[in-house]
Every structure is written in C-alpha cells, then in structure tokens.
C-alpha cells in the first residue's frame, strides 16, 4: 500500500465546543487508500514546529472526495491547525500505519472509545456496521467530547459520563461488563485513555473476545524510520506508526 | 557530466547527500515517497552487536526548531541484519550502504567491525563513538580523546572498508579529538551528532524523556554544527561528513563552504520526506548557475 504527500484544501475546520475540532479537506491521493484505524501526519505551517502531528482519520467520504479528522487541541501544533480556515492549504502525509480489522462478517461487535478515542471509530463503526451488529459504547470527559457523536450519528450508541451529566453514570468498562452479560459479543475494538483501554482488554481476555486497540505515542517520522514510537510487546518491539496503532490487545496488554 | 559525483574517503558517490543514522530506518522506509537510490549513500540505523530495545518512553519531544530523541539504539542486532535486513535492502538498493556501528566495549566494536568487514555490499563504517543515549560505549567513548583515538586503532586494524568516525558535539575541544582519530587510522570525520539536551513537563513535573536526557537535532543546532565543521576542517586533513540541522540546499552548500566534502540529511526529512531529493536537485541547479566543474569546487571555501 502507497503512501502520499498531497496537498490539500480545507473545506470546513470548526469547533465543536471547548477544544474539540472538526477538520473536513478534499483529497485526491491519499483518499483512495486510507482506511478506518490509520492515520495521516499534518504538516504544521510555523517553521519552529518541526515535527508533522498524526491524527487519526475520521471519516472517509469518497463520493465527494472529503477527508474528515477529528481533533483536540493540546499543544503548539493543533492550536494552529484550529485557526486555519476554509480555503487554506495544507500538507499531509498519509495513509500511514495499520488500521483495525475490517473484513469481518456475522458478528457482533462491541466498539468503545474514550475522549478523543472516539476521534476513529466512525470509519470504523460504517465499515464494520454492513455486514455485522455494532453496539458503540462512547465516554468522555465533558460535553463537548460527545458532540462528534452529532456527526457520526449511530442509533446503537451509547453514552456514559463519569459524573451522569451525559448519558448514564458509569465509566466505558462498566457499560462494557453490563452488555456483555447480555449479550455474547465476539469482537472489541477500543480507542482511548490507555488506562480505559488496558481494562476492556482486561475484560475481553478474561471473556475470551477478540478485541482490537488503538494505540497512542509521541512519533517523529509516521514511517517507522526513527523508531521513537517503540513499544514492546509479545512479538518484539514494534512501531506504533508503522506496525500499529492497532494492535491486537493480546500482543501489547498482559 | 554529473557535476554532483563525490568520492567521499574512497565510497564513490552519485552526489554527496547521505541520510544520517537513526532517521531513515533500515533504507527503506521514505521508499514512497522517493527512490532511495537517487541517495549517495544511506547511512542505516545504528547497529550493535547483540539486539537493544532501546530505551524506555517517552523517546521524543518536540522543542522550537529541533526535536529531541532518546530512542537508545534499538535494532535487531547483527545476525538479524546480516541475515534479513541485507538481503532486503540487497533487492532494492543498489545505492552505497553506510553501516553506523556501535559497541558497548572496544571489544564490542572490533567484533562487530570484523563482521561487517566480510559484507562485501556495505561500502563503509560510520563508527559511531558519540551516540548520547546509551550509558555504555556511545558518547562516553568519543568524550574521552584516549579511548576515541584506541578504538579508532583497534577498529582500524581490522578492516579495509573507508572508516568514518561520527564525534560528539558534547566536549570542549572537538578539533583536537578529531586529529586523534585522524592520527589513528580514521579515513574521514562525521559530524556532527546530536547535542545533549532535555525537556521538562512542568504540568507531570517530570522530565518528557524517559531517559531524561536525549539527543537535540534539527533546524536549530545548524550554527554549532557549522562552526564545528569549520573548526574541525582546520584541524584535520581527511574529509568530513557534516550534518546537524540541514534543512534545505542552502544549508547544505554553507556546510560544504565550511568544509564538508559530503553531507547528510537527518531530522528534517521527518518534517519534509522529500528534502533528499530537492536538496540533490538545488544543489545541481547551483552548480549550473554558479558554473561550477563539481560541487567539490566549493567544500572548504570559507578557509582559502
């Protein structure tokens, strides 16, 4: 699978509330191969900023061409990317890394995300939800981390807050153990804090379930040359860019 | 005539653009982006004998024009890039292989030196005596002029390959180190490696790095790298390797004006995969508009 370098034009950029970010840019390259789970790294503007930000892909709209990434400010590099406007061009790298699992039939799927988790899972629930049963569990922090869910507008979702000022009053992991003593789910794939996710996985293999994770590190290059994304695991270290960010849970959480 | 075409200390080379160690993988991994080949040579990850982990996360953090890394040196060790990464790159490389060799002792670095000795494809050794991230060997070998000019002379004696010995920007006399290792059987100097620096999270209140300290790169330590260019060139009279911040073709020309005869391409080409091969580009409309025979014309021009 190729990768690209393409310059692209923003369509829309707007906040959805507090920190949270919509991007929306029109790509030709790098359109046709990305998939649900990868990511692209986005060239920042500001010479002092060396480094391109990975952020994962959000939706893949392929009739009109529109890329989708969903992000949060947190430092120097996305702060600017949530001033560039409609019109504006930038430069992103893509598609990089291995997404989730995606050619999987006759199952029933449990997909939770966490805060920015959430970010890659809309691809995701749309690819999977065809031919499968999705039940979307989504946490987050504060109100406006479920305003995305405006956006991927999934009837199977379901919401919970830690503090009940959204949905129910429980955390992801609770949610998860409650359906799963109704329901026989086959599959997990979960993005989020690594905290939330080390406890689904926990849940998954102590429920024997399949269950895949989207993994988060500080990256350089995006293609595994620098190796500063290095993570050990049950096959060895292996790059979060290159051979991740999903992973199967079984090969990075005992 | 190809105006670009380098003989770096014996490696003849297309142009005199390398990738330096530690950012371009294995040799392949920029491959979509552009054919490696177009490269003079490819310096690979460094490699040791036994295979590192590396060090612990967080291994990268960002600062105002430059990055800082503590990846520690992780690779497969020699067996497995004996075995596997050479035959891979042997498929689609046929550019010059630079291999960056480190050790944990002296003896460490012979051993290796005579493996790496009987791989005919690898047309160099980039003895690494100056990485900063690992607590054996590395800078602490190339910080100690003694033991930089014994392992040059030990690793000497047991290869013929051109011998490029990377220094560390991290003493207080540089020149002087690299007339010992000229002195001692090295064909030509790289430097320079990454500065010794860190960064502080005062939200965590803790150092970002793992390992504390990591090695400081990019944009931002071109003007030390320069001056140790310049520095060393007087010093010396082998070729010099430079590196530390290249960013564009003009950087690499003032590299060479200071005195390097070849250079290489680090952490820039994270922000621009395709600097390799504008800066091959640039340098060849230079040598057009300035009318030059071969770039070689300008390397050491500050100092005539």
Redesign the interface.
């Known amino acids: 699978m190729?990768?690209?370098?393409e310059d692209v034009k923003i369509i829309e950029n707007i906040c959805l509330g507090s920190r949270y970010y919509l991007l929306k840019v029109k790509s030709e390259k790098i359109i046709k191969e990305i998939k649900a789970g990868q990511f692209c790294m986005i060239?920042p503007l500001d010479?002092?900023?060396?480094?391109?930000r990975p952020i994962s892909i959000h939706n893949i709209d392929k009739e009109n061409g529109v890329l989708e990434f969903y992000y949060e400010t947190v430092g120097k590099g996305t702060k600017e990317l949530s001033t560039l406007k409609a019109g504006d061009i930038i430069n992103i790298?893509g598609p990089l890394g291995e997404g989730f699992s995606i050619n999987i039939k006759d199952k029933k799927i449990a997909i939770i995300g966490g805060g920015m988790g959430i970010a890659p899972l809309k691809e995701l629930i749309k690819q999977v939800n065809k031919e499968n049963k999705v039940v979307f569990i989504a946490g987050g922090r504060d109100k406006y981390a479920f305003e995305i869910l405006k956006n991927i507008n999934f009837k199977n979702t379901i919401v919970v807050s830690d503090d009940g000022s959204i949905g129910e009053k429980k955390n992801t992991v609770e949610k998860l153990k409650e359906i799963l003593e109704k329901e026989n789910i086959n599959m997990i794939f979960t993005c989020g804090p690594h905290i939330m996710m080390e406890k689904v996985a926990e849940v998954a293999h102590k429920n024997n379930i399949y269950c895949e994770v989207s993994l988060e590190?500080?990256?350089?290059?995006?293609?595994?040359?620098?190796?500063?994304?290095?993570?050990?695991t049950t096959k060895g270290?292996k790059k979060v860019c290159?051979d991740g960010p999903v992973f199967n849970s079984k090969e990075v959480i005992k | 005539m190809n105006k670009l075409k380098t003989n770096f200390c014996g490696i003849d080379m297309k142009n005199p653009i390398m990738t330096a160690s530690g950012t371009f993988g294995w040799g392949k991994e920029y491959s979509d982006y552009f054919d490696p080949n177009v490269l003079g040579a490819i310096v690979l990850k460094g490699l040791t004998l036994e295979p590192r982990k590396g060090n612990p996360g967080t291994r990268i953090a960002e600062t105002p024009s430059g990055m800082l890394n503590s990846i520690g040196l992780e690779n497969p060790g020699f067996e497995h890039f004996k075995n596997i990464t050479m035959k891979e790159l042997e498929e689609d490389i046929s550019t010059n292989l630079i291999v960056n060799l480190n050790g944990k002792t002296i003896e460490e670095y012979v051993e290796l030196t005579e493996k790496i000795d009987k791989i005919d494809r690898i047309a160099g050794i980039e003895l690494n005596i100056s990485c900063p991230n690992v607590k054996d060997g590395g800078m602490a070998f190339g910080a100690n002029p003694k033991i930089a000019a014994e392992v040059t002379r030990k690793v000497r004696e047991v290869t013929k390959k051109p011998l490029i010995v990377k220094l560390s920007p991290n003493v207080t006399d540089i020149s002087y180190i690299a007339k010992l290792v000229e002195d001692n059987g090295a064909d030509a100097i790289a430097i320079i490696n990454t500065l010794l620096g860190m960064a502080i999270d005062i939200e965590k209140k803790k150092p970002v790095l793992g390992n504390i300290f990591g090695g400081f790169s990019g944009p931002a330590v071109k003007p030390v790298a320069l001056r140790i260019v310049y520095q060393v060139y007087k010093a010396v009279n082998i070729p010099i390797l430079g590196m530390g911040g290249i960013s564009s073709t003009k950087d690499a020309i003032e590299f060479m004006m200071a005195g390097a005869s070849a250079v290489s391409l680090g952490t820039s080409i994270f922000t621009n995969p395709l600097l390799p091969v504008e800066v091959i580009e640039g340098l060849n409309k230079y040598c057009k508009e300035e009318k030059l025979k071969n770039i070689s014309d300008i390397v050491g021009i500050l100092h005539k």
């Open positions: 190729a990768a690209f370098l060239k010479n002092a900023l060396i480094l391109r790298q590190e500080r990256m350089g290059c995006g293609t595994g040359a620098c190796m500063g994304c290095s993570i050990e270290m290159k």
